[in-house]
């Protein structure tokens, strides 16, 4: 793996507080959201934490820049810390990787950084929820809920559905973390995690984040969850159908399988608690419509997520090797 650092700039910046006194930053990961993404900062800008915060916004798209125009056109008019940093570099990983970069950079005083999509609105009381938890626990990292906003009323049912539940429902202390969409990230798992945070060989299979997580918690790190710390997600149409949510499923199984042979491997890295290591309970879909298990046998279901851990070890393998050259 190799620094991001080289592979974006920044495009806007505005400045209130001496860079130095800024504690807390904001990372908003952007592709060819706009006007989406202005509803995700109006609920940032609303947010009142006791410390100085400024926002970071990734955009992941240096071609159309829509998101990084759109960006600026707000926060000029709002008095606000701010930056737009474009990652020339397309992949979740490496716009993730430009924004940690570029808020140690920006302001080398931090002590707190929060994640959140372009795709969600943040709840009124967001960070002051997940620094309350992060405090209360001295936790290292600390997640919300990604709580599902559904467009039409036939599509409500899915909100049933475990590919978009939560994994916790109570605050406090969590094994692991599975999702950098509502995350709070200390600085000490900054300092002492190696750069590229996110693997970037992990862009292609979407999992970089969850990655990123299992090698902060081989190295110690804590992790606690702040069910009051909320974000509602808007769920596009194509993501609540039967041929979606059964891909989705299975991916997560394929996951999962690849976390249970790494932990068989390494016992003292185990997990206890969690919840998507059963295939099956992330292959359920709502009733009325046609499940998995109906399509697939058992035994065909196992082999297939089997199948495709052995492709997401393969792809990483070939990626470091490659890296490496």
Not at 114 to 135: H, K, N, T
Not at 209 to 229: L, N, P
């Amino acid at each position: 793996m190799t620094s991001d650092g080289q592979d974006s700039f920044i495009h806007f910046q505005t400045k209130l507080e001496d860079a130095s006194d800024i504690e807390l930053v904001v990372i908003v990961p952007t592709f060819r959201r706009p006007d989406h993404l202005v509803k995700t900062l109006r609920t940032i800008v609303s947010q009142r934490p006791d410390v100085p915060l400024a926002t970071i916004v990734v955009e992941n798209d240096a071609d159309g820049l829509a998101g990084a125009q759109a960006a600026k056109d707000f926060f000029s008019g709002h008095s606000f810390d701010s930056s737009v940093v474009v990652a020339r570099r397309h992949g979740y990983a490496h716009a993730c990787n430009a924004g940690l970069t570029a808020a140690l950079e920006l302001f080398p005083r931090i002590g707190l950084v929060a994640v959140i999509y372009d795709d969600e609105i943040a709840a009124p009381e967001w960070l002051d929820c997940l620094m309350a938890v992060q405090e209360a626990h001295d936790a290292d990292i600390v997640g919300g809920p990604q709580l599902p906003v559904l467009g039409h009323p036939q599509e409500q049912k899915w909100k049933r559905h475990p590919v978009f539940a939560p994994p916790y429902h109570g605050s406090g202390p969590v094994p692991v973390l599975y999702s950098a969409g509502n995350v709070l990230i200390t600085r000490r798992v900054l300092d002492g995690m190696p750069r590229p945070f996110l693997d970037p060989v992990l862009n292609i299979v979407g999992i970089g984040d969850a990655d990123f997580f299992d090698r902060c918690r081989a190295k110690g790190f804590s992790f606690a969850w702040a069910a009051d710390a909320w974000v509602a997600e808007s769920v596009p149409a194509h993501h609540t159908t039967a041929s979606w949510t059964r891909a989705r499923s299975l991916e997560k199984g394929a996951i999962s399988t690849l976390r249970a042979e790494d932990e068989a491997r390494h016992p003292g890295c185990r997990a206890q608690g969690f919840c998507q290591c059963k295939p099956h309970a992330v292959l359920r879909e709502p009733r009325g419509l046609l499940s998995c298990a109906d399509r697939f046998p058992v035994a065909a279901q196992a082999e297939l997520m089997q199948n495709m851990a052995r492709d997401i070890r393969t792809r990483r393998r070939r990626g470091h090797r490659h890296a490496s050259l």
